[in-house]
């Protein structure tokens, strides 16, 4: 299933049994039986369903969405090796501590946003009739270092747009991988139809900025003293990269 396609359901029970995996991120098979509370025969027969469409996948009895959002990648800059990768469900962990560092160093707020709705939901992907969630991460030794995270609204009016946050840990930067992430990101973007991307960044986030720019993002706004960053209130630079 693409991030993009919007799910759809020919049996209430097809519904229940989705919408418990997408809300848990993984589930156990039997845990979902029991969950959804559908008896065995209505349950395997809306699990066939979903599986059939490409909706979920069951890996040995975990079920899982079965988004398609590319390839794995190794890459080597200055005798580092790295790999960027769709993220998986057990990247949980690493991908908020990741996110976290580097919103704290940098008053990155929109990042910031994104690890604690990360805990809230307690789910690495989401894909339902409101909204998709994507991340790619970037891996050293198994270690999440970076991640390029697109925020995939699916009204019709919205469809067109995502929200891309992009970072990487300081130990690992200076290497190239925040521009492979961005690039991963943006491709896929662009190949899934979208025709802008858009970020917003406080203003004292000089690095940031120069990064985005860098890039060939633009400044499309500036809102005055829209956050408060210790106590000091800071203008939000709203940033955007439209595709040809």
């Known amino acids: 299933m693409e991030a993009f396609e919007r799910p759809t359901f020919e049996t209430s029970a097809a519904r229940t ?28 027969e809306a699990l066939e369903h979903l599986l059939s469409k490409g909706y979920l996948k069951d890996d040995g009895g ?6 398609d959002v590319g ?18 469900p057990d990247d949980f962990e690493g991908l908020v501590e990741a996110i976290r560092d580097v919103s704290a160093e940098s008053t990155y707020v929109v990042a910031e946003s994104v690890a604690e709705q990360l ?33 995939l609204p699916q009204l019709d009016k919205l469809r067109e747009t995502a929200q891309l946050t992009v970072g990487v840990v300081e130990d690992h930067r200076d290497h190239g991988i925040g521009s492979q992430l961005m690039e991963r990101g943006m491709e896929w973007a662009r190949a899934n139809g979208y025709r802008k991307l858009y970020n917003s960044v406080p203003a004292v986030s ?18 005055r003293n829209h956050y408060t960053v210790g106590d000091e209130e800071v203008d939000e630079v709203m940033m955007a990269y439209t595709f040809d």
């Open 206 to 223: 000089e690095n940031a900025l120069s990064f985005l720019e860098a890039h060939g993002w633009h400044t499309e706004g500036i809102r």
């Open 119 to 151: 805990l809230y939901e307690d789910a690495v992907t989401r894909h339902n009739t409101v909204q998709s969630r994507v991340f790619f991460v970037a891996t050293v030794d198994d270690e999440v270092v970076g991640w390029c995270h697109l925020d």
């Open 62 to 67: 975990t079920l899982a969405l079965a988004l």
């Open 17 to 44: 049994v989705y919408q418990y995996v997408e809300r848990h991120g993984t589930a156990a098979r039997h845990r979902a039986r029991t969950a959804t509370e559908l008896d065995s025969e209505t349950f395997d």
């Open 71 to 88: 390839s794995v990648e190794t890459h080597q800059n200055d005798g580092i090796s790295y790999v960027i990768r769709p993220a998986q």
